[in-house]
C-alpha cells in the first residue's frame, strides 16, 4: 500500500514537471512605455467585416504586456433613445445595452403596469451586445469606456431614423467606434462597430457580440414553454438549448445564422451581415445567460481598418414581426410536436378577433368549431359505448362462467361483438384522433402573445395568466380562488357521470370519478385561455350526451 502511494507521488510530480517545461508559455516581453494593464474579460459586439489585405501574409501581431490603455479617461453615463415602440438606455461604459422597455407591453395587466424591460427586469452585470474581447490582441481593457457626443436623450419619431455614435482610443493609436442606428417604427436596429490600427504594430482582432439575459420574473416563463439560447444554423435549422442544456455546456461551438437569447412571449436576436461562431455561452447563477458569436480573427496591420454590422430584434413573438425580420425566425413561436394543426387554429382565432375583439369569445368560437368538426367521430364513439354498456350484463354472466378460463372468456365476448357487429375499439379511436388537435391548440394558446394581458370580462383580465378571485387565508398562507378551474371540474365530474361506463369494473368506474379532481388540480395554475377551453369543451360534450340521450330515449319508447 505504501508503495504504490510512494509511486503515486512520484508519477504527479513528473507530470507536474514535465507540464511546466513543455507547454507552459515563457514570459511575456516588457510593455512598451506608455502602455497600462488592464484585464481581458468578456463582452459583446456588433458584426465585423474581414480586413483588406495588403501585399504578403502579414506578421504576427506584437505582444504588449498588459493590453491597451485608453487615451484619456471618461466617466460612464447613460444614453436613452426613446421610439415610439420603445425606450432604449445605452451604457457608454462598454457601449451595451442596459435597458430595454417596451411602450406596448406592460409587466402587469390594467393601468397600474409600467412598461416591460425584456432584459429582465433589472440591469444586467453586463449590460447585453457588449463587445467580445476574449481574442483581441493585445487586449483591449473591458468594459471599454466609450466616449460620445450624444446627448442624455435622443427622440426618435416613427419614420425617422437617428443614430448615436461611440468612440473610444488607445495611447498607441487603435481606434474603436460603435454606431447604432435605431428607427422609430420598427423593434429591429443596425449595431456596427469599426477597428483602426493608428499604432506602430499589428493588432488582431476579432469581432463579435455578446448577448446577456437574465430569466427572472416573467420572462423565466413557466415549466410549459421555453426559454434560453436559440441558434439558427444552415445544417440543422434551429436548435434550442434551455438552461439546463447551457449549465451542462451543451452549446455547439459552432457556425451561426443568427443566434437569439429567446424567452417565451419575447427575444433578443443577433442576425450578422454573414455567418459567425457561436464563440461560448455560459450560465451565471441559475438565471442569468450569455452567449458570445464572432467572426473570424482579423489582424490589422498600422493603417488597417475593419468594419462590421448586425442587426438585431429585440421585442415581441409576433408571426408578421419576425416573418419581416427573417423567413425563418417565426420558428421561434415553438407550436410544439402538432405545429402543423397549431398554425391553422391560431390563425382562425386571430382572424375571428378582428370581429370580436375579445379572444375570451375568440377562444370560445374556436372550441365550438372544432366541437362540430369532430361531431360525427363523437357521436359514433357515444353509441358505441352505449351498445357495449347494453351488452354489460351478458359480459358479466360470461366472465362468471369462464372464470377460470381467461382465453375461453376472451373468445366468447369477440363472438359476442360479431353478433351485435360492435367494434371495442371504436369508442376509442374517434377519441384518439382529437387528441393531436387538443394538443395542438393548447400549445397554441400557451405561445400566443396576443393573449398576454388579453381581459376577458369582469375580474379576468389576463388569458395568458391563472385567473384570480380572490385569496383565502389558510394555515398562514394566501390561497388563491379561482372559479373557472372550479367549473371546469364540476363539468367533468358531469359528463363522467354521463358517460357509458362499456363494461367497466365498479373500482375502475370509482377511480374514474377521480380524474375531474385530479383535472381540477393540475388546471388550477394553468393560464385562463386554456381553462375556458376545457371548460367550454366539456360543456359541449355533455350537450351533446344529452342530445343523444334524449333521442334513445324516445327510440325506446316508440317501439315498446
Given at each position: 500500500?505504501?508503495?504504490?502511494m510512494?509511486l503515486?507521488i ?10 511546466q517545461?513543455f ?5 511575456p516581453?516588457p510593455a512598451?512605455a506608455?502602455?497600462a ?6 463582452a459583446t459586439?456588433?458584426?465585423?467585416s474581414?480586413p483588406?489585405?495588403k ?7 506584437a505582444?504588449?504586456a ?7 479617461a471618461?466617466?460612464?453615463?447613460t444614453i436613452?433613445?426613446?421610439t ?11 457601449g451595451?445595452?442596459?435597458s430595454?422597455?417596451l ?5 402587469a395587466?390594467g393601468?397600474?403596469g409600467?412598461p416591460?424591460d ?9 449590460p447585453t451586445?457588449?463587445l467580445y ?10 468594459p471599454?469606456?466609450f ?7 435622443i427622440?426618435v419619431?416613427?419614420?425617422e431614423t437617428?443614430?448615436?455614435?461611440l468612440?473610444?482610443e488607445?495611447?498607441?493609436?487603435v481606434?474603436v467606434?460603435?454606431e447604432?442606428?435605431f428607427?422609430g417604427?420598427k423593434?429591429?436596429?443596425e449595431?456596427?462597430?469599426?477597428t ?5 504594430e499589428?493588432v488582431e482582432v476579432r469581432?463579435?457580440l455578446?448577448l446577456?439575459q437574465v ?5 423565466a416563463?413557466?415549466s410549459y ?5 436559440v ?7 434551429l436548435?434550442?438549448y434551455?438552461?439546463?442544456?447551457i449549465s451542462k455546456?451543451?452549446?455547439?461551438k459552432g457556425?451561426?445564422?443568427w ?6 412571449y419575447?427575444?433578443w436576436?443577433?442576425?450578422?451581415e454573414r455567418?459567425w461562431?457561436?464563440?461560448?455561452a455560459s450560465?451565471?447563477g441559475?438565471?442569468r445567460?450569455?452567449?458570445?458569436a464572432a467572426?473570424t480573427?482579423a489582424?490589422l496591420q ?11 430584434f429585440a421585442?415581441?413573438?409576433q408571426?408578421?414581426?419576425l ?6 425566425l417565426?420558428?421561434?413561436?415553438d407550436?410544439?410536436w402538432?405545429?402543423?394543426?397549431a398554425?391553422?387554429?391560431v390563425?382562425l382565432?386571430k382572424?375571428s378577433n378582428r ?5 375570451g369569445?375568440d377562444?370560445i ?10 361531431y360525427?367521430l ?8 352505449k351498445?357495449m354498456q347494453?351488452?354489460g ?8 362462467k369462464?372464470k377460470?378460463d ?8 369477440m363472438n359476442l361483438?360479431k ?6 375499439l371504436?369508442?376509442c379511436?374517434?377519441m384518439?384522433?382529437q387528441?393531436?388537435v ?5 400549445k ?5 402573445i ?10 379576468i ?5 391563472p385567473?384570480?378571485?380572490w385569496n ?5 398562507y394566501?390561497l388563491?380562488i ?11 365530474f358531469?359528463?363522467?357521470k354521463m358517460?357509458p361506463s362499456?363494461g367497466?369494473?365498479?373500482m375502475?368506474q370509482?377511480?374514474m370519478l377521480?380524474?375531474p ?9 394553468f393560464?385562463?385561455g ?5 371548460l ?6 355533455i ?9 334513445a330515449d324516445a327510440a ?5
Amino acid at each position: 500500500m505504501e508503495k504504490r502511494m510512494m509511486l503515486a507521488i512520484a508519477l504527479s510530480i513528473a507530470v507536474l514537471i514535465g507540464y511546466q517545461y513543455f507547454y507552459s508559455p515563457p514570459p511575456p516581453p516588457p510593455a512598451p512605455a506608455g502602455v497600462a494593464a488592464g484585464k481581458d474579460d468578456g463582452a459583446t459586439v456588433p458584426p465585423v467585416s474581414a480586413p483588406s489585405a495588403k501585399g504578403a501574409p502579414a506578421p504576427a501581431p506584437a505582444s504588449v504586456a498588459g493590453g491597451l490603455a485608453a487615451k484619456t479617461a471618461v466617466s460612464g453615463r447613460t444614453i436613452t433613445v426613446k421610439t415610439p415602440l420603445y425606450t432604449a438606455s445605452l451604457a457608454t461604459e462598454g457601449g451595451g445595452v442596459s435597458s430595454f422597455l417596451l411602450s406596448g407591453y406592460k409587466d402587469a395587466p390594467g393601468p397600474t403596469g409600467a412598461p416591460l424591460d425584456i432584459l429582465g427586469g433589472k440591469v444586467p452585470l453586463q449590460p447585453t451586445l457588449s463587445l467580445y474581447l476574449d481574442e483581441d490582441r493585445p487586449p483591449l481593457p473591458s468594459p471599454l469606456a466609450f466616449s460620445s457626443d450624444a446627448p442624455a436623450m435622443i427622440a426618435v419619431k416613427a419614420g425617422e431614423t437617428r443614430s448615436v455614435l461611440l468612440t473610444w482610443e488607445s495611447t498607441t493609436g487603435v481606434r474603436v467606434s460603435r454606431e447604432y442606428v435605431f428607427h422609430g417604427d420598427k423593434y429591429e436596429f443596425e449595431a456596427r462597430v469599426q477597428t483602426t490600427n493608428g499604432s506602430r504594430e499589428p493588432v488582431e482582432v476579432r469581432p463579435g457580440l455578446e448577448l446577456d439575459q437574465v430569466y427572472e420574473g416573467e420572462l423565466a416563463g413557466d415549466s410549459y414553454s421555453f426559454h434560453g439560447i436559440v441558434v439558427g444554423s444552415g445544417k440543422s435549422g434551429l436548435t434550442r438549448y434551455d438552461l439546463k442544456d447551457i449549465s451542462k455546456g451543451k452549446v455547439e461551438k459552432g457556425p451561426a445564422r443568427w443566434i437569439a437569447a429567446d424567452a417565451k412571449y419575447f427575444t433578443w436576436i443577433l442576425l450578422p451581415e454573414r455567418e459567425w461562431t457561436v464563440t461560448r455561452a455560459s450560465l451565471t447563477g441559475e438565471t442569468r445567460a450569455r452567449v458570445a458569436a464572432a467572426d473570424t480573427a482579423a489582424i490589422l496591420q498600422p493603417g488597417d481598418t475593419v468594419r462590421a454590422g448586425a442587426r438585431v430584434f429585440a421585442g415581441p413573438k409576433q408571426t408578421a414581426l419576425l416573418e419581416a425580420t427573417g423567413k425563418d425566425l417565426p420558428d421561434l413561436i415553438d407550436f410544439g410536436w402538432f405545429a402543423v394543426v397549431a398554425k391553422p387554429l391560431v390563425f382562425l382565432m386571430k382572424a375571428s378577433n378582428r370581429v370580436t375583439g375579445n379572444y375570451g369569445i375568440d377562444i370560445i368560437l374556436l372550441t365550438i368549431l372544432i366541437k362540430i368538426l369532430f361531431y360525427p367521430l363523437t357521436q359514433k364513439s357515444i353509441v358505441s359505448m352505449k351498445k357495449m354498456q347494453e351488452l354489460g350484463p351478458i359480459i358479466k354472466t360470461l366472465k362468471e362462467k369462464y372464470k377460470g378460463d381467461t382465453q375461453r372468456l376472451n373468445q366468447e365476448t369477440m363472438n359476442l361483438y360479431k353478433t351485435y357487429k360492435i367494434n371495442p375499439l371504436s369508442g376509442c379511436l374517434p377519441m384518439v384522433a382529437q387528441i393531436p388537435v387538443f394538443i395542438a391548440l393548447y400549445k397554441g394558446l400557451l405561445v400566443t402573445i396576443e393573449l398576454r394581458h388579453a381581459p376577458f370580462f369582469l375580474w379576468i383580465n389576463d388569458l395568458s395568466a391563472p385567473e384570480h378571485l380572490w385569496n383565502i387565508a389558510v394555515a398562514g398562507y394566501d390561497l388563491p380562488i379561482r372559479l373557472l378551474p372550479l367549473l371546469m371540474g364540476v363539468s367533468m365530474f358531469l359528463q363522467q357521470k354521463m358517460t357509458p361506463s362499456a363494461g367497466m369494473e365498479p373500482m375502475q368506474q370509482k377511480m374514474m370519478l377521480f380524474m375531474p379532481l385530479i383535472f381540477t388540480f393540475m388546471f388550477w395554475s394553468f393560464p385562463t385561455g386554456l381553462v375556458i377551453y376545457w371548460l367550454v369543451n366539456n360543456i359541449l360534450a355533455i350537450g351533446q350526451q344529452m342530445i343523444y340521450n334524449r333521442k334513445a330515449d324516445a327510440a325506446k319508447a316508440a317501439t315498446a
